[in-house]
C-alpha cells in the first residue's frame, strides 16, 4: 500500500489537532509509463504482479557478466540454514558462566555471525566488503528487541524526540526528519507511523536491558564502541536517503523484510571515510553491488564507506537494529593525539626544532608562491622531511594509546552484571537501615581473601606525564556520555598492584600476593577497589555457604 507523502509540518498540524493523517492509494500509471515501486526499478518484461511480489532472499546484481563477476567479488553471501545455534536469552544465561568476559564476547560475536567464522570475517570482510548471511530461521535474533517492546518503552519511558527517537520519511528523493518538541508519546508516535514515517531509536541499549547486555559484552570484543540504532519502517516506505556511515555496521533483521541496496564507494577517498556522507541522489551513486531483501533472522555486514539505502516491501513491516562499531578508532585517530605531544616533546629535547625559522620564508613559501621555481623552496621542504622523520624518535606511542583509551573507557557501557556477580560485589553488599541504624557496613577484607576484575576491560591505568589514574567503567550511564569519565588518581605504591591485578584476569589472586610493600598497602588498595573494579571470591564462597549477604564483590 502505497501512502500519500505529507510535509513534516502538515502532519505535526495533523496530528496536533487530533486529526489522523489521511492515508491514500495513488491511482495507477499508464501500463507503457516506466515506474519505480518502493524505489525498485522494475524490469521491462516486469508486470503489475511481479512488481509487487516479495523479493527473492537472494542477491540481484547487474545483468552483464562483467559487472555480476565484479558484484561477487565486491561482497558474499552465505546460507545459514541447517546450522544449530543457541537461542539469544540461552545463549546469554551461558555467557554468564564463561569466566573470562573476553571469551564471552568472541562467543557473543561468533554467534552473530554464525555460520562465518570469526578468523575468516575479520580476513577477508572487516573494512574491506560486505558480507550477507541467510539462515532461514525468523527466531534467530528474537528476544533481542521487538515492535512489542518498543511499544512497551514509549508507554512506560521518558522517550524525547531527538535525543531517543527520530521521525523520517524519504519520499521523492526528498529526506525529511518530522520531530516535534518534547516527549515521543505512543499517540503521536504511532499515528506518524501510520503516516507512512519510519522511527528510529537513538539508543535503545537505555531501555532495553537485553540490548545493553549484548552491546556491554560485545565492546570488549572490538576495542571500541558498540552502539545501537532500531528502526521501524511502515510496509510500502523508505525512511533514509542512500548515504554512507562513519561505523561498520552489521543490520540484525529482527522482524518483517527490508529490500537493501549496497554500493562501493564512489572514489578512494570515500574508502573508510572519517565522518558520514550527506544525502545522496539516485544519480550519484551508480548500480549497487548487493540487491537483496533481508528477512528476519538474517545479517547484512558492510564496512563505513560503503553506500547504502533499505526500504520496505508492500506486503510486510521492517524492524531492523543497526549494531555499530569503530568510529574515530583509525591510525590517523591514534595520530592525531600522538604527534602534538612528540612535538612537545621534541621542541624540548632536541634544539633543531627550537631553531627560528629563515627570516625570508614568507617570500617564498605560502599558496602565492607555490608555483614559484626558488631552490630556496626545495631546501625548505627538505628540512621539513627531516625534522618530520626525526619526530618519530620522539613519539610516546604508549601515551597517545592511553589518551585513546580514555576516550572508549568514557564511551563505554557498564557491565550487566548476573546474579552471582552482583552478590559478589559491592551491588550486593548487605548494608541496609533496620532497627534505627545502618546494618552491615563493615567490610573485612584479610589476606587470603581472593579478588580480581569484575571485567577485562572493566579498568585501565592510564598516564598523563605526571600522574597515573585508574579509569574503570562500572559507572557509566547507560545513555552515551551523561557522565563524565570516572577515575581514581594512584598513589605510586599501587601502581604495581593495580598491574598485577589487570594482568592477572581472568584469575582470582590474594590480597597478600599484591605487590605492595606492607599488608596495610596491600588491605587499603583492595578497600578502595571494592566498590569499583573486584571481585571478591572467597567472601562469595562464604556467602554461599552461611546463605547470607555479609560481603560482596568489587566492580569497577
Known sequence: MERKHMSALSI????????????????????????????????????????????????????????????EKDC?????????????????????????S???????????????????????????????????????????????????ILRNDDVQYGVNLDVTSYTNGKR????????????????????????????????????WQVLSILQEKFGSMAGANVYLTPAGTQGFAPHYDDIEAFILQLEGKKHWRVYNPRSKDEVLPLVSSPNFSQNEIGQPILDVVLEAGDLLYFPRGFIHQGDCLPDAHSLHITVSSFQRNSWGDLLLKLMPAALEIAMEEDVEFRKGLPCDYLQFMGVQNSEKEDPRRDKFIARVEDLMEKLVRFAPVDAAVDQKARVFL????????????????????????????????????????????????????????????????????????????????????????????????????????????TTEAKVLHAFVLYV???????????LLRMNESRFADVSG
Open 12 to 71: 505535526y498540524q495533523s496530528l496536533s489537532g487530533g486529526i489522523k493523517p489521511q492515508v491514500q492509494a495513488k491511482s495507477p500509471p499508464a501500463k507503457k509509463i516506466k515506474r519505480k515501486e518502493n524505489g525498485i526499478q522494475p524490469n521491462k518484461k516486469s508486470n503489475k504482479k511481479k512488481r509487487t511480489r516479495p523479493l527473492k532472499s537472494s542477491m540481484r546484481l547487474s545483468s552483464s557478466e562483467k559487472e555480476k563477476s565484479k558484484a
Open 76 to 100: 558474499e553471501t552465505h546460507n545459514g540454514e541447517g546450522f544449530e545455534s543457541p537461542a539469544l536469552d540461552a545463549l546469554l544465561t551461558d555467557l554468564a558462566k564463561v569466566n573470562n
Open 102 to 152: 573476553r571469551a564471552r564476547a568472541n562467543r557473543l560475536f561468533q554467534w552473530l555471525i554464525h555460520p562465518v567464522q570469526d578468523k575468516s570475517f575479520f580476513r577477508d570482510n572487516w573494512e574491506k566488503k560486505p558480507i550477507l548471511i541467510q539462515r532461514q530461521n525468523p527466531d534467530y535474533y528474537k528476544g533481542l528487541f521487538s515492535t512489542a517492546e518498543f511499544d512497551h
Open 176 to 211: 525529511e526528519t518530522h520531530n516535534p518538541p518534547g516527549r515521543a508519546l505512543p499517540y503521536t508516535v504511532w499515528n506518524f507511523y501510520e503516516s507512512g514515517c519510519s522511527l528510529r531509536m537513538l539508543n535503545p541499549q537505555a531501555f532495553s536491558s537485553t540490548v
Open 410 to 517: 568514557h564511551d563505554c557501557l557498564p557491565p550487566v552484571l548476573s546474579a552471582e556477580e552482583k552478590a559478589r560485589s559491592v551491588y550486593g553488599a548487605p548494608a541496609r537501615w533496620g532497627d534505627g541504624e545502618a546494618l552491615d557496613v563493615t567490610v573485612q577484607l584479610k589476606g587470603q581473601t581472593q579478588i580480581r576484575l569484575v571485567r577485562a576491560g572493566a579498568a585501565r591505568l592510564c598516564g598523563d606525564g605526571e600522574t597515573v589514574s585508574l579509569f574503570y567503567i562500572t559507572e557509566n550511564s547507560r545513555v552515551y556520555h551523561k557522565v563524565e569519565p570516572k577515575s581514581i588518581e594512584m598513589k605510586a605504591e599501587h601502581i604495581d598492584a593495580m598491574e598485577f591485578l589487570i594482568h592477572s584476569y581472568p584469575k582470582f589472586v590474594s590480597v597478600a600476593s599484591l605487590p605492595c610493600e
Open 532 to 542: 569499583r573494579t573486584l571481585s571478591l571470591n572467597d567472601l562469595f564462597k562464604l
